[in-house]
């Protein structure tokens, strides 16, 4: 099996590698090929953008050579998702099994289950479902000394407020993963975020105890905006990867609105674009930050490594067009409905007749006051699906419909607003 060498060079370069264990070791271990596991606890329907920063880095590793087994933890999922500030949320099995086969879905689209190192999917249930609680004590938790255990981050910040015997010993089960995968497939190397950092360590301290073998761990970055705050939220709510959850155009949206301060680090960490061409992107961006290069050059990337490539045409379209630029009758229903959801759309009954374009101007909000929209249209100001109104009194017909009801109006060249007609 061919490796990259320039793999662990490439992930520091890109911002991937905030802990690692004895980075030499970890080198060493990566020129003669390893094989690496990255977990996933179904604590929801969908993955989500701190997700997304596994599920490529999973992918790098695999292009480099290294394979690759994905957990999506049956078991772990049961107990929900952590809590800085709380307990976590108990789901039903029922819940969690659904959960289990929507991640992994998402999970396999980003990795290759052909070749010399393809790809598997694991599932931590297979060797928790009929595990004994003395077994577990005796084969496990006897490696973990408490006084570690009490030192660890996680648990030092709870232990006023309360923690609970679950919570505390999660990273046992954790650790136990990684035992397993040892020793059923010879898994020697894990990574996960930066905040599960204390539970990689358990895990390689685990593999020394019990089996004697020397194992790696990396831990990737948290993802924060300029000001230190987290990412993963829209104004919607969190950055969900199922586009039923979140739409490709609002996905494309979040990246198009990336800070400057902040684009190239995510063009490294989200894009397999060549170090060469990111760097002469991020020069471009320099120079001209106002034509926003990076942030397209990102949001057409990032979208199409989830969506694929169409949706980011017809996420790109559908921005173009609400902003003037092409032709809203040519969009996609579904991409119509999405992009005009994320400004608000104003359901308006056309039982007693169809509105004029003065009523609906004000009923959206985008005027304050039928003088004030009578004034708007005859300062040319006022656009009906891209098209200037030349009439206050202008009345829609259902030739104007896009999709069947929706409407598209919009006041000078960026306020805009959306009408479905009931």
Not at 13 to 30: K, M, P, Q
Not at 66 to 84: K, N, Q, S, W, Y
Not at 113 to 123: C, H, I, Q, Y
């Amino acid at each position: 099996m061919h490796v990259d060498p320039t793999l662990l060079d490439d992930l520091e370069w890109r911002g991937l590698v905030a802990h690692s264990t004895d980075r030499e070791a970890l080198r060493e271990a990566l020129a003669g090929g390893v094989r690496y596991y990255v977990g996933f606890d179904p604590t929801a329907p969908s993955l989500h953008l701190g997700n997304l920063v596994q599920i490529l880095t999973a992918r790098r590793l695999q292009l480099a050579g290294h394979t690759p087994f994905a957990l999506v933890g049956g078991a772990t999922g049961m107990i929900g998702d952590p809590r800085e500030s709380g307990e976590r949320t108990l789901n039903s099995e029922e819940t969690v099994r659904e959960w289990v086969g929507r991640v992994r879905a998402q999970i396999e689209r980003f990795l290759s289950f052909e070749g010399e190192n393809g790809a598997t999917m694991v599932d931590n249930l297979d060797w928790t479902r009929g595990l004994s609680t003395i077994d577990f004590l005796r084969d496990i938790g006897k490696h973990f000394p408490v006084n570690r255990m009490l030192a660890r981050d996680v648990v030092r910040t709870r232990l006023e407020a309360g923690i609970s015997y679950t919570e505390f010993s999660y990273v046992l089960l954790q650790s136990m993963d990684f035992l397993e995968l040892h020793r059923r497939h010879g898994v020697t190397l894990q990574f996960g975020g930066s905040d599960q950092w204390g539970n990689l360590t358990g895990g390689v301290e685990l593999l020394r105890r019990a089996d004697g073998v020397r194992a790696h761990a990396f831990a990737t970055p948290l993802i924060t905006k300029a000001d230190g705050t987290k990412y993963g939220k829209t104004e919607g709510g969190a950055l969900w990867l199922d586009p039923e959850m979140l739409s490709p155009y609002a996905f494309h949206q979040f990246w198009l609105n990336a800070e400057d301060e902040k684009v190239g680090e995510l063009l490294r960490i989200f894009t397999f674009l060549p170090r060469e061409e990111i760097e002469r992107i991020e020069g471009e961006h320099a120079e001209k930050p106002f034509l926003r290069l990076a942030q397209r050059t990102l949001a057409d990337e990032v979208t199409t490594l989830v969506h694929g490539r169409r949706e980011t045409e017809q996420a790109t379209a559908a921005a173009a067009a609400l902003f003037g630029g092409g032709d809203l009758h040519a969009l996609d229903p579904a991409t119509l409905s999405a992009a005009l959801a994320e400004t608000g759309t104003v359901e308006v009954a056309a039982a007693d007749g169809w509105p004029a374009v003065v009523d609906l101007l004000v009923g959206t909000g985008l005027c304050a006051s039928r003088s004030e929209a009578r004034r708007t249209v005859a300062e040319g100001g006022a656009y009906l699906n891209n098209e200037r109104v030349p009439d206050a009194e202008t009345v829609v017909a259902e030739r104007d419909l896009l999709a069947g009801s929706l409407l598209v109006l919009r006041r000078g060249k960026k306020r805009f607003a959306g009408v479905r007609l009931t």
